[in-house]
């Protein structure tokens, strides 16, 4: 199994409790699928559990089951064949059929609990993630470019800058930094995939800097890694929680050094701040961060 399809599976196990998150994911999953509109709604699929949530959300607007048909490569489409269902499904989100250009409908995603549901839904239609072992890259195909701007937009207005290109006349909207892919993942709701890719990134951060230092005395390395794992969690966590940003500047800039060099030893930490300081220093404001993060639990 494919780390994305590892994805998918654990955001289709993801139950919303309210009913605006329920719609929200709804939405998300049909308005990114291939067709919505009057004259067509469907998605295509190579993974039949995704195809499964698709219909059984596509019909609680609709009197007549979907359309279901496989193809010989393996993909799935499921369609809303009455036009009258199709109407149904388009209604029911704000539209009437007679739109020039699909584009997001902002109403369907008012509340700030929705944020997850909906684009759970979006990544189950149209997105994919890379194995963390190959390398950090998460993307949503969208076939419409306004959409893909509106898309864009909303992640931008809820903090994930996502970059577009064009491939195959599709707009592609992608992130390459693991951060980022972090967020975008515990957002979704795909905590357990989260664990997997932070467990990868630190064997690789690792491995590499080891590497770069073969002559590194083995049992300080253990010691040295063995720390910088417990404040390494302790700044994710202030990250998470939103604490990191508040603090002071050397503190921010001891915690990024300490996450982007998990190898250094105190000393290395101190002679890269921008103002030196001392080993103990350093050591004294690491004990800060992790004493800190103790709030976020």
């Known amino acids: 199994m494919t780390f994305s399809s590892k994805v ?8 919303a409790i309210k009913p605006c998150c329920i719609l929200a994911e709804c939405y998300g999953l049909l308005l990114f699928g291939r067709g919505f509109s009057a004259g067509e709604v469907y998605i295509s699929t190579e993974n039949k559990n995704v195809a499964l949530r698709y219909k059984e959300l596509v019909e609680r607007f609709t009197e007549n089951p979907c359309n279901v048909s496989e193809s010989a490569s393996g993909k799935i489409k499921v369609s809303v064949g009455n036009k009258q269902d199709r109407l149904a499904v388009l209604n029911a989100f704000g539209y009437n059929g007679k739109e020039r250009t699909r584009r997001l409908n902002w109403a369907n995603i008012s509340e700030d609990c929705c944020i997850g549901s909906f684009l759970r839904g979006v990544f189950l239609a149209c997105g994919t993630v890379n ?6 890259h998460l993307e949503f195909v969208v076939p419409h470019m306004y959409l893909s ?9 809820n903090d994930m800058a996502a970059k577009e290109v064009t491939r195959n006349g599709a707009y592609v909207l992608y992130f390459k930094d693991s951060g ?15 664990l997997e890719l932070m467990g990868v990134k630190m064997y690789k951060d690792m491995r590499n800097n080891v590497n770069r230092r073969l002559n590194f005395e083995s049992a300080n390395l253990d010691r040295t890694v063995n720390a910088a794992l417990v404040q390494i969690d302790a700044i994710n966590r202030l990250k998470k929680c939103g604490m990191l940003n508040d603090l002071p500047s050397e503190l921010r800039e001891i915690a990024e050094l300490r996450t982007e060099n998990p190898d250094f030893s105190l000393k290395q930490i101190g002679d890269s701040m921008s103002v030196p300081m001392t080993r103990s220093g350093v050591n004294h404001r690491l004990k800060k961060l992790c004493a800190l993060a103790e709030k976020c639990k």
């Open 131 to 136: 194995s963390p072992e190959k390398n950090y």
């Open 8 to 15: 998918k599976d654990e955001l289709l196990n993801v139950e």
């Open 180 to 194: 980022e892919i972090e967020d975008m993942l515990t957002v979704m709701g795909a905590s357990n995939c989260v």
């Open 149 to 157: 701007r509106d898309l864009q937009k909303f992640l931008s207005d």
